[in-house]
């Protein structure tokens, strides 16, 4: 159907055919144009190809995937109550995600699991503030975690916040009034104070 980038008429898209099925397709149809033939696969047209071979390769992709969720799930099975550093890979309204340092293996922080707060989700900022203690957690924001629980059917991981290790905490301010924002990591440039500017 062509290219627009390339603004070319015909075009097609090929690697190596070992790979994936639709690629040995084009070698077969390259082949045979090659000798001034014209390959047709039988019983079938091109487009239902196209759409048969794109399902079962996300089929294969899910499979992988559940394959190695399960292998994950079963590695930190025998790790409950260990404790590891992670970076905040997401944050929403019902926690954060935590990828733990050099495995790639993520897993939940239920927002109970966060401390005894109130916290507000501002989704523009990717973060969890909290209304008493103003403590923020924040995408890309560092914090140590336990291993909670493992679900092996449902290949999830839940984790909680390392107590031991402490987590940002609005340190000094008097109780009963508003806690000024605590960040585990330094935020953009338009989030910090003005330079000469101290903080209060």
């Not at 501002?122 to 890309?140: D, K, M, N, S, W």
């Not at 336990?146 to 301010?173: C, H, N, S, W, Y």
């Amino acid at each position: 159907e062509g290219h627009f980038g390339l603004a070319f008429d015909a075009y097609t898209h090929f690697t190596s055919p070992i790979r994936r099925y639709p690629d040995l397709l084009v070698h077969r149809a390259i082949k045979a144009a090659l000798t001034g033939k014209q390959y047709k696969p039988s019983d079938v047209s091109w487009q239902q190809l196209g759409v048969h071979t794109s399902m079962t390769e996300r089929r294969a992709d899910e499979a992988s995937r559940d394959v190695t969720n399960w292998l994950k799930c079963h590695y930190m099975s025998d790790r409950i109550g260990e404790s590891f550093a992670g970076t905040i890979s997401g944050v929403t309204s019902f926690g954060i995600f935590v990828t733990l340092d050099g495995l790639s293996i993520d897993g939940l922080v239920h927002i109970t699991e966060l401390g005894r707060d109130y916290f507000h989700f501002e989704p523009t900022r990717h973060a969890l503030i909290g209304e008493r203690t103003g403590v923020v957690f924040q995408l890309a924001g560092r914090v140590r975690v336990k291993v909670a629980r493992v679900d092996m059917e449902q290949t999830k991981i839940d984790f909680a916040l390392d107590e031991e290790a402490g987590t940002p905490a609005a340190a000094g301010t008097p109780p009963g009034s508003a806690a000024r924002p605590v960040f585990a990591e330094p935020l953009s440039r338009e989030s910090r104070p003005p330079k000469g500017k101290a903080r209060r």
